[in-house]
Nanobody, 130 residues
Framework: QGQFAESGGESVQAGGSLRLSCTTS????????MGWFRQSPGKERELIAT????????YVVDSLQDRFAISQDRTKDTTSLQMNNLRFEGSGIYYC???????????????????????WGPGTQVVVSS
């Protein structure tokens, strides 16, 4: 049974940057759909970025494309979310998600599949202060 762990969340001032990481073990990392969800206070958990580790295609929702980026490091079996120019509404718990059956098509396909993900880890908390 594979495992994953989120890390990198912390308190940051508005305008700052953070890099979150999701490190996997027990999976064949190159055959995964991976993504990041965000749950802001009082809001539903939403999928904000995905990557197909097989082909490397990635996707970030339109509202965040200019400031967030998702990437992979195959040497570390890790998927990262780089967040720049963070705003107050970026506060929340960020959760990693993965799917070992839907890889090999596109990050947009991964997005549709990962929306159904429900095997949550503890997440990593981001607090953006003014």
């Amino acid at each position: 049974q594979g495992q994953f762990a989120e890390s990198g969340g912390e308190s940051v001032q508005a305008g700052g940057s953070l890099r979150l990481s999701c490190t996997t073990s027990g999976y064949y990392y190159r055959h995964l759909c991976m993504g990041w969800f965000r749950q802001s206070p009082g809001k539903e958990r939403e999928l904000i970025a995905t990557i197909d580790t097989a082909g490397g295609s990635d996707y970030v929702v339109d509202s965040l494309q200019d400031r967030f980026a998702i990437s992979q490091d195959r040497t570390k079996d890790t998927t990262s979310l780089q967040m720049n120019n963070l705003r107050f509404e970026g506060s929340g718990i960020y959760y990693c998600a993965l799917d070992g059956e839907s890889w090999g098509r596109s990050a947009r396909y991964c997005y549709e599949r990962l929306r159904k993900f429900n095997s949550w880890g503890p997440g990593t908390q981001v607090v953006v202060s003014s």
